[in-house]
């Protein structure tokens, strides 16, 4: 499952609508669609926006194994 199904399956699970996530996200409830079609992508922001909404971690959201150490620079 990728970020995209994840935020899909979130929003569902919780029986939201694409209008009030639209609304949250200051936009279109049609962008909202175009995301989950994957027509467009969300911004890092959005996906911040929507972790805290959800009260979920990004690392969650994007399907990063819990614990997985960083790569140092």
Known sequence: ????????EL???RD???K???A??????SAV????KRKANYSI???LLLCRYYNVSADY???????MPYPKR
């Open 33 to 36: 669609s175009k995301y989950e």
């Open 1 to 8: 499952m990728d970020y995209v199904e994840r935020l899909r």
């Open 45 to 47: 922001d959005d996906l």
């Open 11 to 13: 929003r569902t699970d």
């Open 20 to 22: 009030e996530i639209a």
């Open 61 to 67: 959201v994007l399907g990063l194994p819990e614990g």
């Open 16 to 18: 939201i609508g694409q």
């Open 24 to 29: 949250l996200l200051g936009c279109q409830q």
